[in-house]
């Protein structure tokens, strides 16, 4: 899986198509990533001796499929790909081959 974690990504399909956060949590087992303030759900929070009754809004999974990595110096989506720089393998962006960090 090529997004980790602390990428920007942007989402390429659904219903949040077009929108772009940095990725909280990355799942390379089930093939998914959470994004901030993408792919919003509702939880009904039962209520405890300690706590109220509440409904929480939090992000989804997205599968890693639907999103793509944001090149923030770019403003733009792109590919990425591996190279090896001084023995050391690194990732890249497609678009304009620069390594990203």
Do not use: C, W
Not at 6 to 24: A, E, N, Q, S, W
Not at 28 to 50: A, C, F, L, S, Y
Request: without cysteine; proline residues 4%.
């Amino acid at each position: 899986m090529k997004i980790k974690k602390d990428d920007t990504v942007m989402v390429i399909t659904g219903k949040d198509k077009g929108k772009h956060g940095k990725v909280l949590k990355a799942n390379p087992k089930k093939q998914t990533v959470i994004v901030e303030g993408i792919n919003m759900q509702t939880k009904h929070q039962k209520q405890t001796r300690k706590e109220r009754a509440e409904i929480k809004h939090q992000e989804g999974p997205i599968h890693v499929s639907n999103v793509m990595y944001y090149d923030t110096r770019d403003k733009l989506p792109t590919r990425i790909g591996y190279m090896f720089e001084d023995g050391v393998k690194v990732r890249y962006s497609k678009r304009t081959g620069s390594p990203i960090g």
